[in-house]
């Protein structure tokens, strides 16, 4: 690889010994996926925070780094495993509580903004299209790539944090216009009304089962997906085995700049309707609702608090978001709206990364992403449907 004279400086330790990891670790990547420079990114999103996916060994690392390594670049964080104030409220252990903790605190020392979401373009953290970034999280990565037309892969843990120290990233994959050339066609022949955030992650879904990792262009997308469907649509297609890059005609930035693939396929609506269905278990049973993943916009939470208005929830209701977003929720009355129906809006975590197991048996949300990852890392059972329906499922304490 061609480095500068200052990651040269890096690699030989002049910047510190995290720095140094960090370097060796930016290297190794580029040399295994043939890259022949490093580039500087403009912001980095950081995975691997919360201690639920982490564990002992992980917290040890990340502090280790803490000891002398300073952010390089703007970075924010990715949920954590709690609420980081109302963790007790939550019903989480202490214990766990103590090393979720001393993560978020080991990377504010080493300068990384503690946002703790998956929707760092929700809360400041915006790249311009063409702009290098290393972010992690997958549908942000992909809202980053497809909708903002902004540039990076998507990077592990190590390697986010890695690209926070450094301000560098290895050219290689979607930093290149080779990699973002789309090879797939795919039109559309699912085109009903009324399309909310749960089909377009139905859509996502199906649409990343027939790409198999491949990067696809959407012809002529259904109406005008707002930005709640995009963020459904990019968490799903990522989530199902689809490139974090998917052009969408009128939508993806660069959608018109390469040529047509030689491959094209068409999408049905029974692949969206197969793929919903594959995402909603049998039964009426719930005792959480979990709305808000990716983490609710100010928009969603204005939807939800006006749709519980006059309501009382039966089960348990987390809405989740990033904190600055609850911060601006609770100043325009939206939180108490919420919480006068007996909801709780919860920040810095999701239903994904928190350790849920056990505690609950079955959970009803607007999102595909939801269901995939709460079957596997949290072992419930699973009701897909629109925001609307999962309100009325709160209320009645049951799915219809």
Same mark, same amino acid.
């Given at each position: 690889?061609?480095?500068?004279?200052?990651?040269?400086?890096?690699? $030989?330790?002049? %910047?510190?010994r995290?720095?140094?990891?960090?370097?060796?670790?930016l290297?190794?990547?580029?040399r295994?996926? +043939? @890259?022949?420079r490093?580039?500087?990114v403009?912001?980095?999103?950081?995975?691997?925070?919360?201690?639920?996916?982490?564990?002992?060994?992980?917290?040890?690392?990340?502090?280790?780094m803490?000891?002398?390594?300073?952010?390089?670049?703007?970075?924010?964080?990715?949920?954590?495993?709690m609420?980081?104030?109302?963790?007790?409220?939550q019903?989480?252990?202490? *214990?766990?509580?103590?090393?979720?903790l001393?993560?978020?605190?080991?990377y504010?020392r080493? %300068?990384?903004?503690? *946002?703790?979401? /998956?929707?760092?373009?929700?809360?400041?953290?915006?790249?311009?299209?063409?702009?290098?970034v290393?972010?992690?999280?997958?549908?942000?990565?992909?809202? !980053?790539?497809?909708?903002?037309?902004?540039?990076?892969?998507?990077?592990?843990?190590?390697?986010a944090?890695? !690209?926070?120290?450094?301000g560098?990233?290895? =050219?290689?994959?979607?930093?290149?216009?080779?990699?973002?050339?789309?090879?797939?066609?795919?039109?559309?022949?699912?085109?009903?009304?009324?399309?909310?955030?749960?089909?377009?992650?139905?859509?996502? /879904?199906?649409? %990343?089962?027939?790409?198999?990792?491949?990067? !696809?262009?959407?012809?002529?997308?259904?109406?005008r997906?707002?930005?709640?469907?995009?963020?459904?649509? /990019?968490?799903?297609?990522?989530?199902?085995?689809? *490139?974090?890059?998917?052009?969408?005609?009128?939508?993806?930035?660069?959608? +018109?700049?390469?040529?047509?693939?030689?491959?094209?396929?068409?999408?049905?609506?029974?692949?969206?309707?197969? !793929?919903?269905?594959?995402?909603?278990?049998?039964? $009426?049973?719930? $005792?959480?609702?979990?709305?808000?993943c990716?983490?609710a916009?100010?928009?969603?939470?204005?939807?939800?608090?006006?749709?519980?208005e %006059?309501?009382?929830v039966?089960?348990?209701?987390?809405?989740?978001?990033?904190?600055?977003?609850? @911060?601006?929720?609770?100043?325009?009355?939206?939180?108490?709206?919420?919480?006068?129906?007996?909801?709780?809006?919860?920040?810095?975590?999701?239903?994904?990364v =928190?350790p849920?197991?056990?505690?609950?048996?079955?959970?009803?949300?607007?999102?595909a992403?939801? /269901?995939?990852?709460?079957?596997?890392?949290n072992?419930?059972?699973?009701r897909?449907?629109?925001?609307?329906?999962c309100?009325?499922?709160?209320?009645?304490?049951?799915?219809?």
């Open positions: 690889m061609n480095l500068s004279d200052h990651e040269l400086a890096l690699l $030989d330790g002049r %910047g510190g995290a720095a140094r990891k960090a370097m060796e670790i290297v190794a990547l580029g295994i996926y +043939g @890259a022949e490093l580039v500087p403009a912001s980095v999103q950081v995975s691997g925070v919360s201690f639920h996916n982490l564990g002992d060994a992980g917290l040890e690392w990340i502090e280790d803490a000891l002398d390594g300073r952010a390089a670049a703007i970075a924010t964080l990715n949920p954590a495993g609420d980081l104030e109302a963790w007790r409220e019903g989480i252990d202490e *214990s766990f509580a103590r090393a979720q001393r993560i978020v605190d080991a504010r080493m %300068g990384i903004a503690a *946002s703790c979401t /998956c929707t760092p373009y929700l809360v400041g953290n915006l790249p311009a299209p063409g702009e290098h290393a972010w992690s999280e997958s549908s942000a990565v992909t809202f !980053a790539n497809t909708v903002l037309g902004a540039r990076t892969n998507r990077e592990g843990g190590p390697s944090l890695a !690209a926070a120290l450094t560098r990233t290895p =050219a290689y994959g979607l930093h290149l216009d080779v990699d973002r050339r789309p090879t797939l066609e795919v039109r559309l022949g699912a085109r009903p009304e009324g399309w909310d955030t749960s089909w377009w992650g139905a859509l996502g /879904c199906a649409l %990343g089962r027939l790409a198999q990792g491949r990067v !696809a262009i959407v012809r002529d997308p259904p109406g997906p707002d930005v709640a469907e995009l963020k459904s649509f /990019c968490a799903a297609v990522v989530t199902s085995g689809g *490139s974090p890059l998917v052009h969408i005609e009128g939508i993806t930035p660069e959608a +018109g700049r390469f040529p047509s693939p030689d491959e094209s396929v068409e999408l049905t609506a029974a692949h969206v309707r197969d !793929a919903f269905e594959e995402l909603t278990d049998p039964g $009426d049973e719930i $005792d959480i609702v979990c709305l808000g990716p983490h916009s100010l928009g969603e939470l204005a939807r939800i608090a006006q749709g519980l %006059g309501r009382q039966r089960v348990t209701t987390w809405v989740c978001t990033a904190r600055s977003t609850a @911060a601006l929720a609770r100043e325009i009355g939206l939180t108490a709206a919420i919480e006068a129906a007996g909801g709780r809006v919860v920040c810095d975590t999701c239903f994904v =928190a849920l197991a056990g505690r609950f048996r079955a959970v009803a949300t607007d999102s992403k939801g /269901c995939f990852y709460a079957r596997g890392h072992r419930l059972a699973v897909l449907g629109s925001l609307d329906r309100l009325d499922a709160a209320v009645r304490g049951r799915w219809s």
